[in-house]
């Protein structure tokens, strides 16, 4: 299955006709990305059902998916106890804010580990085959200096003693709800460790340096790095993503986790700079902190060999994606503004 292109990968991999799709989290950057993907290559052949807290707020906001007949969006919260209307060949648990922290800490890691349990609960009612759990590449914790890119069976983990760690502690335990669930028989379940994206659904307001980068060059005066812009980090488009995460769901190996992202490194002063040079070639890039004294520079890398087994592999360079995403990002502006 190697070598395919992304044309060949949908043909070759899309679900059964009249297959249905249970999704939460779908209001989110990763969740619209999922539908778009889920609305291109599947049409009026799969339906899927979408649980959010406020549908109509949802549909109001993005009005482009209130009128697809093959979506059907639900009123419901994670954490509460749901009764399946139908089965489901398919659950996507995508659900869970990735900086919630600050709010309160405790329920972060309820929402994110209890109701993991509770929509993998859903998912065996639901009589579904498979359960796809979109955790993160924060479970790993640090990535150590000596290790280039963090593969799949690295043993690192976050630090217990640190508020900073909660996010990636909770992801842990959200997977080893699903490895337990996986081994009982009930159901097969698949991990995605997500790292970082890009796509015209990417937040402009968030902790998120490529939201705020191309928010910066398209509608500020100048584009701001935070921090002294050695931190390295990757990228992968948001049309790759998605297409690996159906992929994972549809072949991925029962029980198994893997990284979702791009392996080509590059630093925050950099992907500044590109935006600049692509974008806004007249604007200034600020950097906030030029100590340069950090010895220790922040990496977070992914290996993507166990990736590359079930034929994936980046298909947009990061050049494409900010171009893309600065199209799709000026035409809802313009949509918004009409």
Same mark, same amino acid.
């Given at each position: ?19 249905? +799709? ?23 052949? @799969? ?28 009123? !419901? ?5 749901? *009764? ?6 398919? @659950? ?24 993991? *349990? ?20 924060? +479970?790993? !914790? ?9 593969? *799949? ?31 009982? !028989?009930?159901?097969?379940?698949? +991990? ?18 490529? !939201? ?37 769901? %549809? ?47 922040? @990496? ?9 087994? %079930? ?15 600065? +199209? ?11």
């Amino acid at each position: 299955m190697l070598n395919k292109s992304p044309t060949e990968f949908r043909n070759l991999l899309k679900l059964p006709d009249n297959s249905k +799709i249970f999704l939460t989290g779908g209001t989110g950057f990763l969740g619209r990305t999922l539908l778009d993907e889920l609305l291109a290559t599947h049409n009026d052949k @799969v339906e899927i059902h979408i649980l959010c807290r406020d549908p109509d707020a949802f549909k109001a906001r993005y009005p482009s998916y209130a009128n697809q007949p093959t979506l059907r969006f639900l009123k !419901g919260d994670i954490l509460h106890e749901l *009764e399946p209307e139908c089965n489901y060949s398919h @659950v996507i648990h995508a659900a869970a804010d990735t900086h919630a922290a600050s709010i309160n800490p405790v329920s972060w890691i309820k929402q994110i580990a209890f109701g993991t *349990e509770n929509i993998l609960e859903f998912a065996v009612q639901a009589k579904a085959k498979r359960f796809l759990f979109l955790s993160s590449g924060a +479970i790993y !914790g640090p990535q150590p200096q000596t290790l280039s890119k963090i593969p *799949e069976d690295f043993s690192g983990a976050p630090s217990t003693t640190s508020i900073n760690s909660i996010y990636g502690q909770a992801k842990r335990l959200a997977e080893q709800i699903c490895t337990s669930k996986n081994h009982s !028989g009930q159901i097969e379940t698949v +991990i995605a460790r997500c790292f970082a994206f890009g796509g015209k659904h990417v937040p402009l307001d968030g902790p998120y340096a490529f !939201g705020n980068f191309i928010r910066d060059a398209l509608w500020r005066d100048k584009i701001v790095v935070q921090g002294d812009g050695s931190a390295t980090r990757s990228y992968l488009a948001g049309e790759d993503m998605a297409r690996w995460l159906l992929t994972m769901m %549809l072949i991925g190996r029962a029980g198994e986790a893997y990284n979702v992202g791009s392996d080509q490194p590059v630093t925050m002063f950099e992907l500044a700079g590109k935006m600049r040079d692509l974008l806004a070639p007249n604007k200034e890039v600020v950097v906030e902190n030029r100590s340069g004294s950090n010895t220790h520079r922040s @990496v977070y890398l992914p290996s993507i060999e166990k990736a590359g087994e %079930l034929g994936l592999r980046p298909e947009i360079t990061l050049s494409e994606m900010i171009h893309k995403t600065a +199209i799709g990002l000026k035409n809802m502006h313009a949509k918004n503004n009409a």
